[in-house]
């Protein structure tokens, strides 16, 4: 049996699982992977990557695009307060 390419986009349809996605992509700290990941849950729903992010821009984004897109996908940005591993 002939393997397919593994598509996250295929399996998080849901805004909870899109934001679960898009966290854990954030906290490897790659923001490439995150603009891949985005793009990557763009292509199975209603929202553009391209419209937000052309290549000229898709090294530079700005909020309101991301804002925009994330809308788009049923999410929203928010802000978290980091709180870093303690060692003891």
Excluded at 70 to 81: A, E, Q, R
């Amino acid at each position: 049996m002939a393997s397919r390419p593994y598509k996250a986009s295929r399996y998080l349809k849901d805004p909870q699982d899109r934001a679960a996605y898009l966290n854990e992509v954030l906290e490897s700290g790659d923001f490439n992977a995150f603009l891949l990941a985005l793009k990557n849950l763009a292509e199975t729903s209603e929202a553009d990557f391209a419209t937000h992010f052309d290549d000229e821009n898709v090294k530079s984004p700005n909020l309101t695009r991301l804002n925009t897109l994330l809308h788009d996908l049923g999410l929203k940005l928010s802000i978290d307060v980091f709180q870093p591993a303690k060692i003891v």
